[in-house]
């Protein structure tokens, strides 16, 4: 970055310098002196001429000009102010589980082995709802199932194999 020449002018020399330019329109130098911090500033030709009539008269320039690092140091700067809003802390209602309570149940144990020895217990006991449910589910039919015969399920899948294009189906059978 070039340093720029400091140059102070007394007020005879200033004088002079608004005779001079009057005169010839031309400053001695082609440097102009900040008011503030005296640095030189570089203005010929158009650019002088027109700051002058920006600032009136060369006695103006002279005695009030002010370079652009003095203009940005003086002006006042802006400082945006941002408030942070807290978010406000919820409380969470935590309801405690209570284990479940298991009642005892004092009447008699049915095992697949009772059922399937008494047809109308099996009946009873087989409404509607299946008894074995993940024999039904895994193997694909009711056909392994102890409780086959005495079921009172409306509808009994059993596995069948047909040999058509070696795949297999399940037939649906309702047995009354």
Known sequence: MKMRPEI?????EKSEWVKLY???NKLPSMHVPCTLCNM???MIFGNLHNRVTKFGSIENLLNTFKCKECARAMTVKKVKVTKRI???KVQVDVSVLEPIKFVYNPGPVITFDVLAANAELCKEYTNEQCFNVQNRLNRGGCGDCVLF???GVSSKKVKGIKV?????VFTELTVD
């Open 86 to 88: 807290k978010k406000e």
């Open 8 to 12: 102070k002018l007394s007020k005879t």
């Open 149 to 151: 015969k005495n079921c």
């Open 40 to 42: 030189a500033v570089v």
């Open 22 to 24: 009057e005169t010839t």
């Open 164 to 168: 058509k294009s070696n795949k297999k």
